[in-house]
């Protein structure tokens, strides 16, 4: 449960961090904006609808990445094993989404 919680938060942060730099990093690269550019057509509408995107996405993948880092830390095997498998697994498993 401590697991899942601190992807929900982590998803949570995550979520508003992309729904205000993705659109923005897009602009410029897209339309080759400046950055003061694509700041100033940055819009609230779209940010909110890709905030929410991104939340049904990350609150799917971040507790679930949590929760299979505690399921593997059980494991006995080397640190370099044991994050390697808990990254196959989660990629593997997430990567549809």
Do not use: H, W
């Not at 659109?23 to 690269?29: G, K």
Request: aromatic share 10%; proline share 4%.
């Amino acid at each position: 449960i401590g697991a899942a919680s601190q992807g929900a938060v982590g998803a949570l942060v995550a979520a508003v961090l992309s729904a205000f730099t993705e659109p923005l990093v897009n602009n410029m690269l897209v339309n080759r904006a400046t950055f003061t550019q694509a700041l100033s057509e940055l819009d609230m509408a779209r940010v909110y609808a890709f905030m929410l995107t991104t939340m049904s996405t990350n609150f799917i993948k971040f507790p679930f990445f949590e929760a299979t880092n505690m399921v593997i830390s059980m494991i006995d095997l080397s640190p370099t094993v044991r994050g390697t498998a808990a990254g196959a697994i989660f990629c593997t498993i997430t990567l549809p989404i």
